[in-house]
């Protein structure tokens, strides 16, 4: 396996004194689009921020590039820089254009945002293909727009790893494929790493090539999506199993409303 893009060891998580995360480890290769996967609750959000730092893990160690994030220094400033994320509620700042969103990153590392700012926001709204969109504001685009555009932000700083918190969430089914499709074509084209939370099981079926479970706060499964089908855990394949059934889907999905 060639070096891992992002290694995580016995990574120990949690709010308070409240454990959330007990003992996770994975490493992502290049190239690899890896899907979180888990029940409501299960910690996956959690995984997610303190991998990010936008939490503080208590125990373990991510490393992004072979630097270790919590070492400090330039070595792991320059790392952090590789990871890029699409937050769930694609969260553009509603009073700023969609270029000016895109350049955000940018101007916030002190580039003026004209001049290269501009053309490399450019070329990030192009590869989403929502160039047209550059003088519109948020409120102005579709929900699917809206993805594409903070996709174009989290790509604007040229990451090596994008993570990605549900992103279908709130789209219909033909804007979420669309949203699977170019996320596919960006790990062809610039070589991504993709580390994705889902549980829409269209997009576990386009996207997942090795899958990540975790179950309270532990990993139940790590590896290729067919293995967990073919011989995983009951568990697992019963969580795949309840959302081949529309019934038990719909059902399904408002349990996880409800809790
Ligand atoms: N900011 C927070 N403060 C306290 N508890 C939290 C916070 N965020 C999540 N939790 C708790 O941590 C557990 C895991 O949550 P989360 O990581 O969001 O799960 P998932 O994304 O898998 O649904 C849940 O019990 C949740 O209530
Ligand atoms: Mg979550």
């Given amino acids: 396996m060639p070096e891992p893009v992002l290694s995580v060891r016995d990574l120990r998580a949690g709010y308070g004194t409240r454990e959330i995360l007990k003992k ?26 303190n991998v990010l730092g936008l939490e503080t893990p208590w125990s373990g160690e991510v490393r992004v590039l072979g630097e270790n ?32 969103n895109v350049m955000l990153p ?17 070329a990030r709204l192009s590869r989403v293909r929502l160039s047209h969109a550059w003088g519109l504001y948020p409120g102005e685009l579709s929900g699917g727009m809206r993805k594409r555009a903070a996709l174009a932000r989290a ?6 790893i994008l993570f990605c918190d549900e992103p279908s969430a709130g ?26 939370v889902t549980h829409e099981l269209d997009s576990i079926r386009a996207l997942a090539e090795k899958v990540l479970y975790l179950h309270l706060g532990e990993v139940l499964f790590d590896g290729p999506f067919q293995d967990a089908l073919d011989h995983g855990p009951a ?6 199993a309840r959302r081949l059934d529309p019934a038990d889907a719909i059902l399904s999905s408002s349990w996880e409303i409800l809790t």
Avoid: M, Y
Wanted: hydrophobic residues 45%; glycine residues 12%.
């Fill in 24 to 49: 996770v480890s994975v490493d992502v290769a290049p190239g690899e689009i890896r899907v979180v996967l888990g029940g409501s609750g299960s910690g996956k959000s959690t995984f997610l921020r």
């Fill in 69 to 100: 994030l919590a070492a400090g220094g330039h070595a792991a400033d320059r790392a952090r820089n590789h990871l890029g994320v699409l937050f769930q509620q694609g969260a553009l700042v509603t009073s700023l254009t969609v270029g000016q």
């Fill in 106 to 122: 940018l101007v916030l590392d002190g580039i003026r945002p004209d001049g290269a700012a501009e053309e490399i926001a450019r």
């Fill in 155 to 160: 790509l604007v700083r040229e990451p090596r």
């Fill in 171 to 196: 789209l219909d089914p033909l804007t979420s494929k669309e949203l699977d499709e170019l996320l596919l074509e960006l790990r062809d084209t610039l070589g991504l790493s993709i580390v994705l």
């Fill in 235 to 240: 568990r697992i394949r019963d969580f795949f």
